[in-house]
């Protein structure tokens, strides 16, 4: 059977390639003289053999009722007596039949004891030295090769067997914002971000992204896009595999679905994976997921007639597939995920067997269809900023001269959040507004592009506050461009109307990363002489312009 390439695309705060803390076990503790850890067992992690070794395994040891079934299997390979010898043959009733196996390096992982000890040879408890403590393990993988290796030598699939990925697929695994680092340094790792080539030294929060320790944590800023954009823009553009994988942490892949979604241009399935529970933690759910990935790229159920891409950029999660525009979490545990909008967004599932079925296919362009995705993204655009108090145009660069997206053209958008009784005070004096004043200042200073995602009344994200909204209609005059949308999950569409963009019935996280792509495709507003009254020629050359990125928010 030809295997399926997959690649498989490291992103940031993953929890699917994190793992529990490596806790020292109680066969360490005894040998250096330290209380045990409560409890009869041991936690066993996942090793290397440094050499081959030879153990004894007690016959039906495996289930309690095999020796109920004695008659049906073969007999083992010797007896081990009360001195501890092997022997062919049974010579004692107090003889245990075993199972001789020799087990080697090569073989891979084994669930061992922990024997690790701090420098000063305490135990270790946690990732950190101590709580709190500035000097930490990392609990994050580099990259996917550990996370899939673990699943095919450890995750036993419903017929009893192993190597779910490796037996179905030829994987390639690259770093693009991974949640784990070399802070020492790794030269010519073949694993390294193919944007920049190797990095010496990774730093937490600027190479890597993890979320753990707690007090050390590191969320990717927005110029990260554009790194995330370019490097997935290749891989799929590379013409090697017939799949991509994406992993990152659990509440923000849904948001970088939807990106993939409208920037990346590939008819090729990329499927996103995250995870409620880290690998190795009980009942963890992202192998599962992981290896329904693979059987959604391998089954082509996602092609259309001419073999491209029918659903776009999916969302894996416990068995479901979701489109990306749709989904969406909602809690921290497995099942977490639902479509949102209430009018579909599940596009089909994987049986308990592992058969893939695919029942709708979304209505939106996507990937290569999408009006914003990165090869449709023109090299340069007009902005807008304040000069001497007065909104003016400049140009900024969106690609360089090879195509690729630079971090500063990613713009700046913001979600403003309203609720009932939002004003401050009576009458619409913008002083009582003095935050929002700020903000649409400091999207004009000229940085990069901005604009405005007001989540307001459902579902039409009316603004209730009549000064803010007489603030943001002067923004848009300025050149920044405002979208509504229904607070939450909302299942009806705000509708369009003069001075904004309805934005449909898109979550305002959702929404957000649709504006900073318009931004990128068509540019700020037309800019107003007098924002506060603009003449009639001005507010035709607004709605023009808005009917642009209308266009693309009613069919993305």
């Known amino acids: 059977m030809t295997k399926i390439r997959i690649a498989h695309m490291a992103g940031p705060t993953a929890t699917i390639q994190n793992t529990p803390p490596l ?13 045990p850890i409560p409890g009869g067992f041991d936690p066993l992690r996942a090793q290397r053999l440094a050499a081959p070794v030879k153990v004894y395994v007690e016959q039906f040891s495996a289930h309690p ?9 073969a007999a083992p390979d010797g007896y081990l007596t009360a001195d501890g010898s092997l022997s062919k043959t049974q010579t004692a009733d107090t003889d245990k039949p075993v199972y001789e196996i020799e087990l080697k390096p090569e073989d891979g992982l084994y669930p061992l004891p922990y024997m690790a000890l701090q420098a000063d040879g305490s135990a270790w408890e946690e990732e950190a030295t101590y709580f709190g403590s500035p000097k930490s393990r990392q609990g994050f993988f580099p990259d996917g090769s550990r996370s899939f290796e673990e699943i095919d030598r450890l995750s036993i699939d419903a017929n009893g067997k192993v190597n779910q990925i490796s037996g179905r697929a030829e994987v390639d695994f690259y770093r693009v914002a991974p949640p784990g680092g070399f802070t020492k340094g790794l030269a010519n790792d073949k694993r390294a971000d193919i944007g920049d080539g190797d990095t010496p030294v990774e730093a937490m929060g600027h190479q890597f992204f993890a979320y753990k320790p707690w007090h050390l944590a590191k969320s990717p800023p927005r110029p990260v896009l554009a790194k995330i954009t370019n490097d997935v823009q290749a891989i799929m553009s590379s013409g090697e595999y017939d799949g991509a994988i994406w992993t990152q942490g659990s509440p923000q892949i849904e948001e970088t679905a939807y990106w993939f979604n409208l920037l990346i241009d590939t008819d090729k399935p990329i499927a996103c994976n995250a995870a409620q529970r880290p690998q190795g933690q009980i009942s963890n759910d992202g192998p599962a997921n992981i290896v329904d990935s693979v059987t959604y790229i391998e089954s082509g159920i996602w092609k259309d007639g001419k073999g491209g891409n029918r659903a776009g950029t999916v969302v894996i999660q416990e068995q479901q597939f979701f489109a990306a525009r749709e989904v ?14 209430g009018h579909g967004g599940i596009l089909g599932q994987v049986t308990h067997m592992g058969a893939p079925y695919m029942m709708y296919v979304p209505a939106y362009k996507h990937t290569s269809a999408s009006d914003v995705n990165i090869t449709r993204l023109p090299n340069s655009v007009t902005g807008t900023r304040l000069v001497d108090g007065k909104a003016t145009t400049w140009t900024v660069p969106i690609k360089n001269g090879v195509g690729k997206l630079l971090a500063d053209a990613v713009p700046s958008v913001s979600i403003l959040k309203e ?6 005070t009576f009458g619409d004096d913008p002083e009582a507004e003095g935050d929002l004043d700020f903000m649409i200042k400091h999207k004009l200073s000229g940085k990069r592009l901005g604009g405005f995602v007001i989540e307001g009344l459902v579902p039409y994200g009316n603004i209730t506050s009549e ?39 898109l979550t305002s996280t959702k929404a957000r990363l649709l504006l900073m792509a318009c931004l990128m495709k068509f540019g700020a507003l037309p800019v107003a002489a007098d924002p506060v009254n603009p003449t009639a020629a001005e507010f035709d050359a607004l709605k023009a312009a808005l009917a642009k990125y209308q266009a693309v928010f009613h069919t993305h």
Not at 333 to 341: F, H, L
Not at 479 to 489: A, I, N, Q, W
Request: hydrophobic letters at 40%; a positive charge; charged letters at 20%.
């Open 328 to 341: 969406a979490k909602v809690d921290a545990r497995p099942g977490g995920y639902v479509a949102t909008g």
């Open 65 to 73: 009722l095999e020796a109920d079934s004695a008659e049906l299997y």
């Open 467 to 505: 000064v803010r909204a007489h603030m943001l209609r002067r923004a848009s005059f300025m050149g920044l461009p405002v979208v509504r949308v229904g607070r939450g999950y909302p299942e009806g569409f705000a509708d369009p109307e003069p001075y904004t963009i309805a934005g449909s019935n």
């Open 23 to 35: 806790v020292t076990s109680n066969k360490a503790r005894a040998k250096a003289g330290l209380p």
């Open 419 to 424: 609720g009932g009784y939002f004003a401050d």
